[in-house]
């Protein structure tokens, strides 16, 4: 029997690799902009064309290379970051690997421009399919000039999962950004389709901040600097009433890398505790320096996940850090400064009693998205018996039950008579009414709210429990779909028309959708760059909501559906939905409960809402009475 085993060649063995390091447009601008940014660059642009799908260029002012290092650059594992295992524990570089030129060789077109200063000429390298068809000397500035063309064209499997061009750029921009952020001193520019998307001189922190989300963030941020001897946090954390129903402003960096790390989001929100409105996130801006060897940043192929040796430390010493910030400019009156002294042995002394661990926080019960794609499905067609088997179901409703007569003992007949029950409820509606009175012979018809979220509606065999924000969601999202069929929609027009200024990503996926935002009834039009004026908005929601507000959410949840591969119909009209929906807290007067209920039931698909929670539960008299019953 012949040997089966052997060794795959290098240019299948490349495309592999690829798979890991390079997985969209936005991981070669990841790495090309990280490479630049060791070469030591001060001047770094980034040119986008079809959002990556036919070129990504990045050119710096960097050291540049040798033809030598130019052409061991697309050798994998060829790097001048380490020389041994050791220097891992010592990285303060971006890159280290040495596998992204040669990944992005394996499934691109790619072509290579470099100069050290000291030469007079340089090389021009242009590889595809990990093979290099020309290597020759050129006239070009000095540093280097990478264009990665024709993604995956050789990998039709991987060029066909992308996502559409607004969602591919969004992931660009958002890699640039972190890459921005992380340093204010160097000049970035971003130009996609010839059009110049950022602009952001070199400066401080704060003055990035400021051309990167707007001169209005000034005012809404408040510094964080502190110090110990294991580390130092510095950056910028929002003011809570400016806070935001998306996650799409908070960033960590450690050592000037950009990480993801819900553990650390879970220490911030801790210290916000109380601060905040219901289901909002702040902005934060927040760096880490610690020492490499404390850290280890290679445990993820894009190094946006990392460890720290002692994680309650860091945990403890964000979350006081935080308060602290916002205790200093006011935004937090009620702190008890006496109790957060002695910040250094404070963060030593209570790190094991008051910060859960991070498995501790994986282990607890997870945080479950309200956008879950295998929860989905669209709404069936409505049926003409759909709103005649409701009313079976309500049947009784409005008939009078006949009320058992009670045998009262003789002995304690006249006090029953003079005396009638109370007690205090927790359903007492907001008009005042804290009573139930027990002595009342007809049954109460009218729905009423549990701590304003919940209603309560009678029905024959016993009462369902109604989530009034699930409900109102379902109800909202199978209107939306019909009037974005249709083209129904009626637009409100404004007095004063109110201006919207959005960030590049932002403003690149509105203008992909705004003609069928309108269609719910806005009038929304461009203004230039990243402005849009609001001329109008949907009829019902005139004087409701603050359409700023209600723009802002409804570009929130717009973006954490794209990733549920919806059609843009359903999830404009699922982020409307949510956006528009009544929420948990609201009161409601009986009539709107009615109302609600109704327009429940005439629903196609009334028994969940778009994002997969039920919207309501059926008690029955008999299980209730089972619970009642004493043991024997």
């Not at 009262?408 to 008009?431: F, R």
């Not at 924000?469 to 929609?489: K, N």
Request: with cysteine.
């Amino acid at each position: 029997m012949t040997d089966v085993i052997q060794l795959l060649p290098d240019a299948i063995a490349n495309q592999i690799a690829a798979g890991e390091v390079i997985q969209r447009p936005a991981s070669v601008v990841k790495e090309l902009m990280e490479n630049a940014i060791d070469a030591g660059s001060t001047h770094i642009r980034l040119i986008v064309k079809e959002a990556g799908r036919s070129l990504i260029q990045v050119v710096d002012n960097g050291c540049g290379m040798s033809e030598t290092d130019a052409r061991m650059s697309f050798e994998r594992h060829a790097t001048s970051k380490i020389r041994e295992a050791k220097d891992l524990f010592a990285i303060r570089t971006m890159g280290f690997r040495g596998e992204a030129l040669a990944s992005m060789a394996a499934v691109a077109h790619v072509e290579m421009r470099t100069r050290r200063q000291l030469d007079d000429l340089g090389v021009r390298l242009v590889v595809e399919a990990s093979e290099v068809k020309v290597q020759e000397a050129c006239q070009c500035n000095a540093g280097t000039s990478i264009s990665v063309k024709n993604l995956f064209y050789n990998v039709p499997a991987r060029r066909n999962f992308l996502k559409s061009n607004p969602v591919e750029m969004r992931h660009i921009i958002d890699e640039f950004l972190h890459l921005a952020l992380s340093y204010p001193d160097l000049f970035f520019s971003l130009h996609h389709n010839n059009e110049e998307l950022y602009h952001l001189p070199p400066g401080n922190l704060r003055q990035r901040l400021i051309a990167v989300f707007g001169k209005d963030y000034n005012k809404k941020v408040v510094p964080v600097t502190e110090e110990t001897d294991a580390l130092r946090l510095e950056g910028f954390v929002g003011k809570p009433e400016f806070s935001k129903k998306g996650r799409g402003e908070q960033f960590f960096f450690a050592n000037q890398r950009y990480i993801r790390s819900n553990y650390l989001h879970h220490a911030v929100m801790t210290a916000y505790e109380d601060l905040l409105p219901k289901e909002t996130y702040p902005f934060y801006v927040l760096f880490i320096d610690i020492d490499p060897a404390r850290i280890d940043i290679n445990v993820h192929p894009t190094k946006q996940e990392i460890k720290f040796d002692d994680e309650r430390l860091v945990y403890n010493y964000l979350r006081v850090a935080v308060r602290h910030a916002l205790g200093r400019h006011s935004v937090m009156p009620s702190l008890d400064f006496d109790q957060e002294q002695g910040f250094s042995m404070r963060i030593g002394s209570s790190s094991e009693e008051n910060s859960p661990t991070l498995d501790e926080l994986s282990a607890s019960k997870p945080a479950t998205s309200s956008f879950r794609g295998d929860s989905y499905s669209p709404p069936a067609p409505p049926r003409k018996e759909a709103l005649r088997q409701w009313e079976d179901f309500y049947k009784g409703l409005n008939q009078e039950e006949e009320v058992e007569d009670v045998q009262v003992p003789e002995a304690d007949a006249a006090t029953a008579e003079d005396q009638t029950l109370t007690i205090g409820s927790a359903w007492a509606d907001d008009a005042g009414e804290d009573k139930l009175a027990l002595g009342s012979a007809k049954p109460q018809r009218e729905p009423y709210q549990i701590h304003s979220t919940y209603i309560v509606s009678h029905i024959k065999s016993g009462f369902l429990l109604i989530d009034q924000q699930a409900a109102h969601e379902r109800i909202l999202f199978e209107q939306y779909l019909q009037v974005l069929e249709q083209q129904s929609a009626v637009s409100q027009k404004q007095l004063f028309p109110r201006t919207l200024t959005l960030s590049p990503a932002d403003a690149t996926i509105l203008s992909a959708i705004l003609d069928q935002v309108n269609l719910l009834g806005f009038d929304i039009q461009s203004f230039g760059g990243n402005t849009f004026v609001i001329n109008g908005i949907p009829a019902e929601l005139a004087g409701k909501k603050d359409e700023i507000a209600l723009i802002e959410t409804l570009m929130d949840q717009y973006k954490a559906n794209i990733e549920l591969k919806l059609g843009a119909t359903e999830n404009i009209a699922r982020a409307m939905a949510r956006s528009a929906a009544i929420r948990r807290g609201q009161s409601l007067t009986v009539t709107e409960m009615q109302s609600l209920i109704d327009r429940l039931f005439a629903c196609a698909t009334p028994y969940k809402s778009p994002s997969g929670r039920f919207c309501f539960v059926t008690y029955e008299l008999d299980d209730l009475a089972k619970r009642f019953e004493g043991s024997n």
